[in-house]
């Protein structure tokens, strides 16, 4: 490679924190409810999973048969304790022992259990089961710590968007006064401790459908819009979805937490409801989710945290049937318990994006390039990776070959992070380089130099 630039490995010896691994780049995940009596098998769930590319799943419990039927399909799952045990958890450390050994320990390393949810939207449980809930978190871990499992599996509690008091503007978000001191801050400092997150249920649809006379449905569907401009910070939010999490972020900072990364466990879109759930239909949730998983491959974070990539369960796998409450409940899901789509949404920028939700499909192009904001030093790492052991074709960027002109590091990058890219069919991940690089749905235009579609 005549590229004049350093050697990857220097650079690797430079730059230790830099990863291009998939792993600190944005992912999208589904949970596998199941409160239905017309759901496939296990194991046809595990066959569907893989059909579609989906690599990651969350689950409500640690149901023995789809943990098995998981073991060695190189899909990660998060298990949950459910909310009815948190009281015994945070009483018993053996009780905390023996539900690790049978429900988590026994299934490890076959099923990659990867993080366990210790209860779920616990502060608006009717059994108000909130005080248990630190206590058993810290006995969940110091189980997994006596099975030497706490480096693998995360701890965290999903928490529902009705923890904040204020929402709007995001930067003003903060949580309620009556949760922080009992329970936010000791969970906080947990998180911080184990180097886990926050896991958040976040619904764009909850706040549009109550508000739909003030909020722009373009907004809330990662549709073009003029966006919001926060007036705290001057930030412009084009999403809803955004401007919730930067809320939480606002949140977490107010009370002195600014290290605490989000995993939003939850959010969805319903493609049924009732006469006053105003919004749910096919075509929006079409939108909602095929837009936020477009969103999710930019590898971009959100406006407070720019270099933080989003990672996002999708609710949910399927339609079901004995969820209880309004007709939205049962109908989020992205299958038919038959198996069929009920929408189509693509998990890889391979594949195809519904334009107006009617069935219409085209082909969405998508590039990488680099993002001109990283420091230089960073951004050379990159591009030799790109051109070294990651395999792109860097010939083009060569002295007098055709991409050569305009001879700049963010142009030179950019070409070889889209050759890199394309090389790897546009997967989740490839277009990241440690925050150096972002996906575009236009061709990149550098002079003369032509940027390649397609491997
Ligand atoms: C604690 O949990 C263990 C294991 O589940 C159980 O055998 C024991 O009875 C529990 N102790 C109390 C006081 O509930």
């Not at 004049?4 to 949970?31: K, Y």
């Not at 006469?275 to 959100?302: D, F, H, M, Q, S």
Request: charged share 15%.
């Amino acid at each position: 490679m005549a590229v004049s630039f350093l050697p990857c490995f220097l650079i690797l010896c430079l730059f230790p924190g830099i990863s291009f691994t998939h792993a600190e780049s944005g992912m999208i995940g589904v949970n596998y409810g199941r409160i239905a009596n017309n759901l496939p098998s296990p194991k046809n769930v595990v066959n569907l999973l893989k059909s579609q590319g989906i690599s990651r799943i969350k689950i409500y419990d640690t149901d023995k048969n789809v943990l098995t039927a998981l073991a060695n399909s190189g899909i990660k799952v998060i298990v949950a304790l459910p909310n009815e045990l948190l009281s015994s958890a945070s009483s018993n450390q053996s009780f905390a022992d023996n539900w690790i050994q049978t429900n988590v320990a026994s299934h490890s390393p076959a099923t990659e259990i990867e993080a366990i949810a210790v209860g779920n939207e616990v502060f608006v449980d009717p059994k108000n089961t909130t005080p248990y809930l630190v206590p058993a978190m810290k006995n969940i871990h110091t189980s997994l710590v006596k099975h030497n499992l706490d480096k693998a599996i995360k701890i965290s509690s999903p928490v529902a968007l009705s923890a904040l008091a204020n929402s709007y503007p995001p930067s003003s978000g903060s949580f309620k006064p009556e949760l922080i001191e009992p329970v936010i801050k000791p969970m906080l400092d947990l998180l911080q401790m184990t180097s886990s997150y926050l896991m958040v249920n976040a619904y764009p649809f909850f706040a549009y459908s109550a508000n739909a006379d003030k909020i722009s449905l373009d907004y809330a569907l990662f549709q073009e819009n003029a966006g919001n401009i926060d007036s705290g910070t001057g930030l412009k939010y084009n999403s809803l979805f955004d401007a919730q999490l930067d809320a939480v972020y606002a949140a977490m900072s107010a009370v002195g937490f600014n290290d605490v990364k989000v995993m939003v466990t939850e959010t969805g879109w319903p493609s049924v409801g009732d006469e006053n759930e105003i919004g749910a239909n096919e075509p929006n949730a079409a939108a909602y989710n095929g837009g936020l998983v477009k969103r999710v491959l930019t590898g971009n974070g959100t406006p407070l945290r720019p270099r933080e990539p989003l990672n996002v369960y999708l609710f949910a796998l399927f339609n079901e049937n004995q969820k209880p409450g309004p007709t939205s409940e049962r109908n989020y899901g992205l299958f038919y318990p038959n198996e069929g789509k009920v929408y189509d949404v693509p998990f890889t920028a391979r594949s195809t994006f519904p334009v107006n939700g009617k069935g219409d499909e085209v082909p969405v192009s998508t590039w990488c390039v680099s993002n001109g904001e990283m420091a230089r030093d960073r951004l050379q790492a990159a591009l030799d990776y790109a051109c070294g052991e990651g395999g792109a074709d860097c010939r083009p960027i060569q002295p007098g070959a055709t991409c050569y002109h305009p001879e700049t590091l963010e142009a030179h990058a950019s070409y070889a992070f889209n050759s890199y890219y394309q090389k790897n069919a546009r997967g989740v991940g490839t277009c990241y380089f440690g925050g150096a690089a972002h996906v575009v749905t236009q061709p990149p235009r550098f002079g003369k130099c032509e940027f390649p579609i397609g491997p």
